[in-house]
């Protein structure tokens, strides 16, 4: 028997058996064909990486192109269109048609801009009567001449005045909100009695505030908050009571019911 030399020795750690050589059974050696499967699955998978990174980038793309706004395109003026002509680059035709052509789109243009800002003036003087209702709605005196909450929306309204805003309503609504604060914070403070929502709270529990339980001489509760006095001219406004009488009245029960 024949000692094998380096040259064709079997690998270390395999096996034999009856003069034949076998691979070794603890999984350290593959076959050819194996790793040939292995070396064409790793070309597949990263050929599909490429593939898919390649589509990926095309969309990005295309959606790049998509959301880029087009470049404005400067108007051909007539002494260019003239330059063109004389250079026998294009026809006299072709001129008068290109020149028409930016004329339409220039009006076109124009009359688009100013739809726009018809539609959106429309809506801006609907907000503003929305507001002036609802200021009027929540705070009554501050359209009566003499009243306190009227003579603060004035302050206002001509401090904005002299900052540079326009005298029309929408500088009305600002001065309002600066003189008298959100609606929604002015309609937040007051709870619901009664009468519905938007009566104002009657405070008790604290004994009367200095000249309550007396009245004027048109028989106005004396000690009413700025905000009382406005909210009861309100229910007297809408016929919800009568007079100032019966707002005393109404005062007086609810404290005793209290």
């Known amino acids: 028997m024949s000692e094998e030399t380096p040259d064709n020795a079997p690998p270390a750690g395999s096996q034999k058996g009856d003069g034949e050589w076998k691979p070794p059974s603890d999984g350290s050696w593959l ?36 959301q880029a706004k087009p470049a404005d395109v400067k108007p051909v003026s007539r002494a260019e269109l003239k330059l063109l002509i004389d250079d026998g680059k294009i026809t006299q035709d072709a001129a008068d048609a290109i020149w028409e052509k930016q004329i339409y789109e220039t009006a076109e243009r124009k009359a688009e801009t100013k739809a726009v800002a018809v539609v959106a003036g429309q809506q801006r003087d609907l907000m503003v009567r929305q507001q002036l209702k609802e200021y009027r709605d929540l705070v009554p005196a501050a359209w009566e ?52 929502p938007g009566e104002a709270h009657v405070e008790v529990g604290g004994g009367e505030r200095p000249g309550e339980g007396t009245a004027d001489a048109d028989g106005k509760p004396k000690g009413l908050t700025p905000r009382e006095e406005a909210h009861y001219q309100n229910l007297i406004n809408r016929g919800v009571v009568k007079d100032w009488k019966a707002v005393t009245e109404e005062r007086k029960f609810a404290k005793a019911k209290a």
Do not use: F
Request: glycine letters at 6%; a positive charge.
């Open 31 to 66: 076959p050819k064909v194996r790793v040939d499967e292995m070396v064409s699955d790793a070309k597949g998978t990263a050929s599909r990486a490429v593939e898919e990174a390649n589509r990926l980038r095309a969309e990005l793309d295309a959606e790049r192109a998509k």
């Open 145 to 196: 001449v003499g009243a306190k909450e009227r003579a603060k929306v004035e302050r206002e309204y001509k401090a904005l005045v002299a900052l540079g805003l326009p005298e029309n309503q929408v500088t009305d609504v600002a001065a309002l909100r600066a003189a008298l604060g959100d609606p929604e914070v002015i309609r937040a403070s007051r709870s619901t009695g009664k009468n519905g």
